[in-house]
């Protein structure tokens, strides 16, 4: 059974720095692209970053451009987001997705919670 | 980037009703379209990818399906089970986007 288990979230003041990880189980995890994706909270989905199988390149929007930062680590089955500087708007849920078929996320975890607050 | 109008914003249906969800894309995806299921308080789940492939174990009731770039999910034979909010999403080219969401009540 495919399993993306995130960790990281909490309060964090603007301006901050925050670290989420994903463990994932149930499949070869290096075979696969990875993403991020978020939920602001009662609001849609916006993808927030993506990485290769061997984590030779990585995708942002303009959203997020050169504060987060995607990484992975096919040892240890872990995905990572840097996230820098944040800012209220970056209050969302933000979910760990397996990409299979070029960003199609077939596989979800439950979301991690970030609130930047002061 | 590219614009996904979906709509309605929201609807309600009877148990065993056929519903569609549609989506415009601002441009040509080449059918690079998805479609996922959001249960309240859940997590999305994969429904359709490339308009019309359906994901292993979802039930056939749900199918996609394209005009040019207009892109439609129907339900059929609405079961309770349905009730969620239902987002598209283009998979075509970065950044990838997703449509606002379609609510969608079982009277």
């Known amino acids: 059974e495919v399993q993306l288990v995130e960790t990281g979230g909490g309060l964090v003041q603007p301006g901050r720095s925050l670290k989420l990880s994903c463990v994932a189980s149930?499949?070869?995890?290096?075979?696969?692209?990875m993403s991020w994706t978020r939920q602001a909270p009662g609001k849609g989905l916006e993808w927030v970053a993506s990485?290769?199988?061997?984590?030779?390149?990585?995708y942002y929007p303009d959203s997020v451009k050169g504060r987060f930062t995607i990484s992975r680590d096919n040892a240890q089955n872990t995905l990572y987001l840097q996230m820098n500087s944040l800012r209220s708007e970056d209050t969302a849920t933000y979910y760990c997705?397996?990409?299979?078929?070029?960003?199609?996320?077939?596989?979800w975890g439950q979301g991690a919670s970030v609130t930047v607050s002061s | 980037d590219i614009q996904m109008t979906q709509s309605p914003a929201s609807l309600s249906a009877s148990l065993g009703e056929t519903v569609t969800i549609e989506c415009l894309a601002s441009e040509d995806i080449y059918s690079n379209l998805a479609w996922y299921q959001q249960k309240p308080g859940k997590s999305p789940q994969l429904l359709i990818y490339?308009?019309?492939s359906l994901q292993d174990g979802v039930p056939s009731r749900f199918s996609g399906s394209e005009s040019g770039t207009q892109y439609s999910l129907e339900i059929n034979s609405l079961q309770s089970e349905d009730a969620a909010t239902y987002f598209c999403q283009q998979h075509h080219d970065y950044p990838f986007t997703f449509g606002s969401g379609t609510k969608l009540e079982i009277k």
């Open positions: 990485i290769t199988n061997s984590g030779g390149s990585t």
């Open positions: 149930g499949f070869t995890f290096n075979n696969y692209w």
């Open positions: 490339d308009a019309s």
């Open positions: 997705t397996r990409d299979d078929n070029w960003g199609v996320m077939d596989a």
